[in-house]
Structures are given as C-alpha cells and as structure tokens.
C-alpha cells in the first residue's frame, strides 16, 4: 500500500513538473539575456561582486616568471621591487587610482622602509602598476 501510495506521489509530481515546464516555455523568459551573460559559480556564489581577475580581463598574459604579472614592459623591473616586501598577489587585486599608486608609493618608501630606486626606474614601475593596475584605465 505504502509502494502504490509513493509510485503515486511520483507519478503526479513528474505529471505536474512537465505541465509547469510546458506553460513556463510557452511564453517570454525575461531572465533570459541575464542568464546568458552572468554565470555565477556554484562554489563561489560572491565571485560575481568582485573585480574580476587579471587573466578575465583583456591585455598581456601572466608571466609566470614574475608572479603572473601581466607581460609587459615594466614587468621584471615591478616584480623585484616589490616582491622584496610583499608577494605579487597583492599587486594583482589592486584597482586604485593612479593618485593612489603616487601615495603608495610614497607611504612604502617612507614608512615602510621601501628601497627608493633611480628616477627611470621608478618611473618605469609606476607606469607599469598605472597601466595595469588602475581603476582609471
């Protein structure tokens, strides 16, 4: 009685998921186009909210010999200075203005202890992190 009562049960749930299905096809899907573009990962329901990576976005490839940078000019010269204090990652989630690299800079080598390099060189990494790493470009 229990197996007839249950194959019953199973039986008009499966009826009414093809009706349902049947009348939600039959007209417009207005998620649809939101469908299509958004693909939000079932691991990392929040990966949608961030900025996205350097390898989602358009330009150089990471260069795996300097912390995935993007290769570019500029891209050893960056790895070295800042990997003496921090790892390449931190570079990597950064979209701050290049007003706010220009105080980074600044705090790092004055109150961080950060080795000053020459003019050219410094220039070089700043528009480095600039072009790669700002929320201006």
């Known amino acids: 009685m229990h197996q007839i009562q249950l194959k019953l049960a199973l039986g008009l749930a499966a009826l009414l998921g093809s009706a349902a299905l049947a009348?939600?096809?039959?007209?417009p899907d207005p998620m649809r186009a939101l469908r299509n573009e958004v693909q939000i990962s079932a691991a990392d329901p929040m990966a949608a909210l961030r900025a996205p990576?350097?390898?989602?976005t358009e330009g150089p490839a990471p260069n795996p010999e300097f912390g995935n940078l993007p290769d570019?000019?500029?891209?050893?010269e960056t790895y070295y200075?800042?990997?003496?204090?921090?790892?390449t990652a931190i570079i990597l989630?950064?979209?701050?203005?290049?007003?706010?690299?220009?105080?980074?800079?600044?705090?790092?080598?004055?109150k961080q202890g950060m080795f000053d390099p020459e003019p050219a060189e410094k220039e070089v990494i700043m528009t480095y992190l600039k072009t790669h790493f700002s929320s201006e470009r």
Do not use: F, I
């Not at 570019?72 to 050893?76: I, Q």
């Not at 989630?93 to 004055?110: C, G, K, P, S």
């Open 23 to 27: 009348v939600a096809q039959s007209g």
């Open 53 to 56: 990576a350097a390898t989602e």
């Open 72 to 76: 570019a000019p500029g891209a050893e």
């Open 81 to 87: 200075q800042c990997t003496a204090c921090h790892s």
């Open 93 to 110: 989630q950064q979209r701050v203005t290049d007003a706010r690299w220009d105080d980074l800079w600044q705090w790092m080598v004055e």
